[in-house]
């Protein structure tokens, strides 16, 4: 059960795109279409994102999007907003009806 | 609209019990399975513990097997985690998360706002 290995910060001028990769293994990513991200501002709960990979919730902006190949998902946020400054992170079943998550990500808007 | 309100944290001395409990509302409690995540300060998020619908399936991670005790109570739309052993990395702000599940798709979409266990002497 280690965690998924996410960069710990990103950084993107407004207006402009980044995107956030998570790194798993075979027995996580690479093995299930379960990964989700979430979105985390200080001192909040997190804020499902996306899920199955690629699916955003009803309300999420569509400036948000997901993809995965291989033992890699990954997060990519265009149109970058002041709001959207916060930590990211993703999730991934592991098997065994148990679930790991990534170390998180800093993004900043500069 | 999804609440989820935990309570009993606090503090505790290492070695000692303390049990989580979690108040569900918004939602049918007893079609949803449920997970307690936590967030060491300043730290990331770590799946603690995860139990079906009807409680006939429950999950550990392996920092907290053999520890910890996940349970619901239907009647009571109530989540509990009860904590024994504690140690000094139990620390955290440990989350009640509803996850959303079925036969080929299962996610976390809606979290508590956390109860903080602090473990020391």
């Known amino acids: 059960q280690s965690a998924l290995t996410q960069p710990a910060s990103v950084s993107g001028s407004p207006g402009q795109s980044t995107t956030i990769s998570c790194t798993g293994t075979s027995s996580d990513v690479g093995s299930y279409s379960l990964v989700s991200w979430y979105q985390q501002h200080p001192g909040k709960a997190p804020k499902l994102m996306i899920y199955e990979g690629s699916k955003r919730p009803s309300g999420v902006s569509n400036r948000f999007s997901g993809s995965k190949s291989g033992n890699t998902a990954s997060l990519t946020i265009s149109g970058l907003q002041a709001e959207d400054e916060a930590d990211y992170y993703c999730?991934?079943?592991?098997?065994?009806?148990?679930?790991?998550f990534g170390g998180g990500t800093k993004l900043t808007v500069l | 609209e999804v609440q989820l309100v935990e309570s009993g944290g606090g503090l505790v001395q290492p070695g000692r019990s303390l049990r989580l409990s979690c108040a569900a509302s918004?939602?049918?409690?007893?079609?949803?399975?449920m997970y307690w995540v936590r967030q060491a300060p300043g730290k990331g998020l770590e799946w603690v513990s995860g139990i079906s619908w009807n409680s006939g399936s429950i999950d550990y991670a392996d920092s907290v097997k053999g520890r910890f005790t996940i349970s619901r109570d239907n009647a009571k739309n109530s989540l509990y985690l009860r904590m024994n052993s504690l140690r000094a990395e139990d620390t955290a702000l440990y989350y009640c998360a509803k996850a959303d599940c079925s036969l080929t798709s299962c996610y976390i979409d809606y979290w508590g706002q956390g109860t903080l266990v602090t473990v020391s002497s």
């Open positions: 918004g939602f049918t409690f007893d079609d949803y399975a």
């Open positions: 999730c991934s079943y592991a098997g065994s009806s148990t679930w790991v």
